[in-house]
């Protein structure tokens, strides 16, 4: 019995003391990845003025590892950039309007605009905006999200 206790406190002292992620949970709190609705919603969060991380998922075991970073990336980098997770079976259109054929994959969508020439006009109520968007190529991981952010002069955090 005194085996056990000594290898318990063996190993919580490892826990407390390393720096490193050691596959322990952490305590995220509330999930902070936001659910897409619809595109209405979605053009809302992007008129935030934020960075929106888009994630386009399918049901796979890669999907399960992708919410796992997501939700750690979320709550580190909130409230400056916001995640969104489409659930590509739910809906479609929104996913095949990206022209990606490999399933999951994650896009940034930032600062919109109304569109200069919104082309032929069916219904006046509807107004049409473009967004930038870039293809997040980077390590799927808090590092990798951070790298990118960096590269491309995103505001993530209050003292960068």
Same mark, same amino acid.
Do not use: M
């Given at each position: 019995m005194a085996d056990a206790s000594f290898f318990d406190r063996m190993v919580s002292q490892l826990r407390s003391t390393s720096k490193y992620y050691t596959g322990y949970p952490k305590d995220l709190g509330p999930s902070r990845i936001i659910p897409f609705t619809s595109e209405r919603q979605f053009v809302q969060l992007l008129h935030e003025g934020r960075p929106v991380v888009v994630a386009f998922t399918i049901k796979?075991?890669?999907?399960?590892?992708?919410?796992?970073?997501?939700?750690?990336?979320?709550?580190?980098?909130?409230?400056?950039?916001?995640? /969104? %997770?489409?659930?590509?079976?739910?809906?479609?259109?929104?996913?095949?309007? %990206?022209?990606?054929?490999?399933?999951?994959?994650?896009? /940034?969508?930032?600062?919109?605009?109304?569109?200069?020439?919104?082309?032929?006009? /069916?219904?006046?109520?509807?107004?049409?905006?473009?967004?930038? /968007?870039?293809? !997040?190529?980077?390590?799927?991981?808090?590092?990798? !999200? %951070?790298?990118? !952010?960096?590269?491309?002069?995103f505001k993530y955090s209050e003292t960068n």
């Open positions: 796979c075991t890669y999907t399960q590892h992708l919410d796992k970073v997501l939700e750690e990336a979320a709550a580190t980098f909130y409230p400056h950039i916001k995640f /969104v %997770r489409v659930e590509c079976p739910k809906y479609p259109g929104f996913c095949l309007t %990206r022209q990606k054929t490999e399933y999951p994959f994650l896009e /940034v969508f930032y600062n919109p605009e109304q569109a200069a020439n919104p082309g032929k006009i /069916v219904d006046p109520s509807i107004t049409k905006y473009s967004a930038k /968007v870039l293809p !997040f190529n980077y390590d799927q991981s808090v590092y990798g !999200f %951070r790298e990118y !952010f960096k590269k491309y002069g």
